[in-house]
């Protein structure tokens, strides 16, 4: 069965991250923060993280904020204005509203076939909307979903 990996990056250093990466065999890093330049990302931050990948791995970058949450949602749910199961409510709204599902079909199938990873800030996968991406590529493709 084909896997759909997720990392974090928080709590990582580059080599405990990369080396990861590597040794899940990651062909594609696939980014689904709604921003990706920020300066806290560290060496996740594009366009770094495009170039560490590359030259690193030989592996591929995409960032598609097509999986990312708005603004509005992310701060309300770190404002504590909604609970988890309120953000997973409104994310999937979203992604229906987005036609994430097609979205995957038409970008990914071709590349489905190949070791994707996710990747976000927070640490574990258990309150990140990372974990709701790969649910949606695991419906799809019928993959297993590995936790980095």
Known sequence: ????????????NAE???ELLRANEID??????????????G???????????????GAEYIHDTV?????????DYKDKKIDWSEFISR???????RKTEKHILKEYEDKSKENI?????????DNCHRLLVAERFKKL????IVNL
Request: charged share 30%.
């Open 141 to 144: 493709f019928k993959m297993e």
């Open 43 to 57: 060496f996740s931050r594009y366009p770094d993280v495009e170039y560490f990948m590359n030259k690193i791995l």
């Open 28 to 41: 594609i890093l696939l980014d689904v923060r709604l921003k990706n330049t920020s300066q806290l990302a």
């Open 117 to 125: 990873c996710l990747i976000c800030s927070e640490e574990k996968a």
């Open 91 to 97: 994310y999937d709204c979203l992604a229906d509203e």
């Open 67 to 75: 999986f990312a949450p708005t603004d509005d949602i992310m701060k």
């Open 16 to 18: 405990t991250f990369f």
């Open 1 to 12: 069965m084909k896997k759909i990996y997720t990392i974090g990056f928080t709590k990582k």
